[in-house]
T-cell receptor, first 111, second 118 residues
Framework: AQKITQTQPGMFVQEKEAVTLDCTYDTSDPSYGLFWYKQPSSGEMIFLIYQGSYDQQNATEGRYSLNFQKARKSANLVISASQLGDSAMYFCAMSSEKLTFGTGTRLTIIP | DTGVSQNPRHKITKRGQNVTFRCDPISEHNRLYWYRQTLGQGPEFLTYFQNEAQLEKSRLLSDRFSAERPKGSFSTLEIQRTEQGDSAMYLC????????????????FGPGTRLTVL
């Protein structure tokens, strides 16, 4: 069975600062993918970034980067230069076909 | 708009009634997934299709739930004899899975259907 743990229910960050959202996972599958999704108040899940278990380098997508530490089974999301529009729920998920999600972190950016 | 679409966006029904939701995936995507999300939780997997074949169903999908993807394009999720515990956001996602290729295809989500059972 796969499990995702997000230990930060909520975070408040000043605008323009960097923020790290924590995610740890557990799986016995040798091949898996790790994902981060953003869910604004409108409800739609927006794909942000993907990391494959065999990828040697950490994934980056614009202001998003994924700090992948395989030995620690962690896949933290780093958002650089936070903006007011980054305020949302953020979910970490893993897949070996279907997605298993964590409970999410509510990020609030303070002007 | 070439993203995943879901209809209706909101549904209010009385306990005991049947409801049906529709999902239209991204056109070239061969996999389609259904998830349910309750307040304060992450989405939970319900079922998924590859083309028209239903490959996996969660234990969450009781006998009152049925999903179809008859022509391998759009999908419907029907809930019979709705209960108040069925109130949730129902999310659909699609992905392009390549035979013999990557195992971890990215899933793109629709806006969801919010169901309220009174």
């Amino acid at each position: 069975a796969q499990k995702i743990t997000q230990t930060q229910p909520g975070m408040f960050v000043q605008e323009k600062e960097a923020v790290t959202l924590d995610c740890t996972y557990d799986t016995s599958d040798p091949s898996y993918g790790l994902f981060w999704y953003k869910q604004p108040s409108s409800g739609e899940m927006i794909f942000l970034i993907y990391q494959g278990s065999y990828d040697q380098q950490n994934a980056t997508e614009g202001r998003y980067s994924l700090n992948f530490q395989k030995a620690r089974k962690s896949a933290n999301l780093v958002i650089s230069a936070s903006q007011l529009g980054d305020s949302a729920m953020y979910f970490c998920a893993m897949s070996s076909e279907k997605l298993t999600f964590g409970t999410g972190t509510r990020l609030t950016i303070i002007p | 708009d070439t993203g995943v679409s879901q209809n209706p966006r909101h549904k209010i029904t009385k306990r005991g009634q049947n409801v049906t939701f529709r999902c239209d995936p991204i056109s070239e995507h061969n996999r389609l997934y259904w998830y349910r999300q309750t307040l304060g939780q992450g989405p939970e997997f319900l079922t998924y299709f590859q083309n028209e074949a239903q490959l996996e169903k969660s234990r969450l999908l009781s006998d009152r739930f049925s999903a179809e993807r008859p022509k391998g394009s759009f999908s419907t999720l029907e809930i019979q004899r709705t209960e108040q515990g069925d109130s949730a956001m129902y999310l659909c996602a699609s992905s392009l899975w390549a035979l013999g290729g990557q195992r971890t295809d990215t899933q793109y989500f629709g806006p969801g259907t919010r169901l309220t059972v009174l």
